[in-house]
């Protein structure tokens, strides 16, 4: 990053607005570098979402990350991004995470893990590879798969995990307390 906040690529582009949620929408590939204009705003800020958008009266083009972070995308087109928070969270972190935050393309349909209390910070889709630097995740998705198949067949489809997929894993970090989660999908 350059002095003032930009980025260096074709054109300056502008720092990205801040997302708690979602803290390097770049390296997951939910926001890309862009010189269109966005279809919300009208402005060609540098930078579009390329992730999931759901609601009745979603736009055609796509979206900057600037409208989604200031909630302009949600309230003028009844926009989110993500449908499923799994946990008990507070109403404004639900709202925070599906209207104000960049949701990523799952296989099937996206689930935002919780923890502490609060929504985690989606860090990427990973597979068995990614997983080897986060144990905790990896006993995550053991846990879950535990009462469904056997243990060695818990441990082969483990070890088929592929961050290109399938299967695919979703990895966050707790905001509080730093445990890494984790949850799996594939076709």
């Known amino acids: 990053m350059s002095a003032g906040g930009f980025t260096a690529g074709r054109l300056l582009r502008p720092a990205l607005p801040d997302f708690p949620y979602h803290p390097d929408p770049v390296a997951t590939g939910s926001v890309t570098a862009s010189d269109e204009p966005c279809a919300c705003c009208g ?3 540098g930078w579009l979402y390329a992730g999931p958008l759901y609601g009745a009266d979603v736009p055609d083009g796509p979206i900057c990350p600037y409208c989604i972070a200031s909630g302009r995308a949600a309230e003028r087109h009844g926009a989110f991004f ?3 928070v799994d946990g008990d969270v507070p109403r404004d972190v639900v709202t925070a995470v599906v209207e104000r935050t960049p949701g990523f393309i799952p296989w099937q349909e996206g689930r935002w893990l919780t923890h502490c209390g609060d929504a985690a910070a989606f860090l990427g889709i990973a597979g068995r590879a990614e997983f080897e630097l986060h144990p905790d995740a990896l006993e995550c998705l ?7 198949w056997s ?3 818990v441990e082969h489809f483990l070890t088929s995990l592929d ?6 894993a979703y990895l966050f970090r ?3 307390c730093g445990t890494h989660l984790a949850y799996a999908d594939f076709t």
């Open 174 to 176: 707790c905001r509080a």
């Open 163 to 168: 961050r290109d997929g399938p299967p695919s």
């Open 142 to 148: 053991r846990r879950e798969y535990a009462g469904v």
């Open 151 to 153: 243990p060695d067949e």
């Open 82 to 84: 993500t449908d499923i």
């Open 43 to 45: 402005q060609e800020r």
